[in-house]
């Protein structure tokens, strides 16, 4: 096996040395030649290879299939070289090995909903050719109802996990996202959180195992990559550390009936009194009930426009049970019995996920949303202390100068307290009270269009800054916003990413910075917001540091 290895090494320098002397063969036809060395040929794979020049149409498509945000497809995008779609999981080990040994760099797609479109393009001023892996390929699910736990390929969307859980069990369900399309690969990477994260925390916090291709290219599961990168993978951040093949997760239990509800509040049916009457009991209300509150723009009755609040809940019980905790804790709301609706966990998978009633749940078996995509921008907060009622006025004051403002406040609380902020990566526990996620959204093309939005939610943000978080002002990783700063290569300054890395981390910033440098030296998975590199040598431990 090692010798074979190191044959195909020998081989691969010798076809690149001769290749670069007889022709100029192109990044691609060396990249592809690589991979042929490197793979088992008797897994055809010439149709996983999509390069600009040798079929536009297809490349476009499939550079276009998952991705998320049409605003990082525009034309002033750098793009892939190539995408090579793996079909299976060797084909990760060898384009590791093989864009390092061409010095291009790799970016992995799993599900392609980076906000900042990160996984498939790049806004870097000076040009970095880059190859795209894209996992969407390796898709399987594998799931153990006796064990508590499945284990997932990258690819596969996170949908598609809950299918098939509920599929084996109508009592065992796995807190993670309410997009249904997001890709799980890069979802755990940055926390993963939805509507049952104030009874079992985050994804990422219900994770056991995970296999890794590292920068060598050897594949790693827990005990083998040890307990300090088992610790970064989850929560530190897509693309930093390698490519994360499959996670193993842990299955947590839920009622075979829960209820869900959507109550709406305008400004003109008192939006204002009961969003902040929200704020000082969402994040302490019963862990068995979330309560997430959707803002934006409508019509009223009287033909203006006004700003409506919906109230969207998952609860993990039955109606009455429900109705006992709301008029315990918010009677505020007025929410009543025909409000609540009960169904099983899976079907509120698809309501929660903003879908019609008729939408089966075999639906998520396609792997795709059924919104299409749009430009977008969008930004995060943590709110610690509630926003006074004079706050929220001047709020909906700059809400309203958006055609398409979008807000929406997840409540913490509950098991998010009560892990600690260094348990994994993502720091945001204690004390918070919500997240706040700023959006603008539009559809044509037009650069001046796309300003107008840019600068509307910036100024919404700039307001907002008074109320939220400080010092750090934090952020969510898996709401990426390059706002917040941006490597310009791979020589990233560490004093420069500690900026949007301390938003992203708080005090865990440092430690992934030394795991970083211990698992990825030379900083090869790196990108816009990838973690930086001590300008040092970081021992085997990874704490003793040599200058
Ligand atoms: C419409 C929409 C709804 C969302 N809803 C939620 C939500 O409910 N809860 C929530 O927590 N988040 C949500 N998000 C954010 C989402 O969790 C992140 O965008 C996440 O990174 C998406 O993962 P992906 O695999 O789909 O994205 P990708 O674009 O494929 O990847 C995202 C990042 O991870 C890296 N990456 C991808 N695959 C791998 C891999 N296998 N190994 C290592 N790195 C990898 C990429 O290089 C990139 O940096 C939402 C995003 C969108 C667009
Ligand atoms: C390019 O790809 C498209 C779609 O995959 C296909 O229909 C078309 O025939 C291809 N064109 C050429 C010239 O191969
Ligand atoms: C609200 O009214 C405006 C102007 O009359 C109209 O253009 C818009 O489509 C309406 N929006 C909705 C959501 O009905
Ligand atoms: C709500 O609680 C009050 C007492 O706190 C009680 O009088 C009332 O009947 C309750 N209403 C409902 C609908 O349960």
Redo the contacts with the bound molecule.
Sequence with gaps: MASSISMNILFSFILLFSASCVVSYTIQDQFYQCITLYSDRSIPFSTAFFTPTSNATSFNSVLKSTAQNLRCLSPSQQKPLLIFTALIESHVQAAVICAKELKVQLRVRSGGHDYEGISYTSEMKRSVPFIMLDLAKLRAIKVDIEDNSAWVQAGATIGEVYYRIAEKSKTHGYPAGLCTSLGIGGHITGGAYGPMMRKYGLGADNVVDARIVDVSGRVLDRALMGEDLFWAIRGGGGGSFGIILAWKVRLVPVPSTVTVFTVPKTLETGATKVLHKWQHVAHKIDEDLFIRILITTVNSTKGKKTVQTAYQALFLGKTDRL??VM??SF?ELGLTQKDCVEMSWIQSVIYIAGYPSNIKPEFLLQGKSLFPAVNFKAKSDFLRVPVPVTGLQGMWEKFLQDDSPMMIWNPYGGMMGKISESSIPFPHRKGVICKIQYLTAWTDGDKKTADKHINWIRGLYEYMGTFVSKYPREAYVNYRDLDLGMNKNANSNILEASVWGKKYYKNNYDRLVLVKTKVDPDNFFWHEQSLPILPFKVGQDGKSLIH
């Design positions: 109705l006992d008029n315990h009677p």
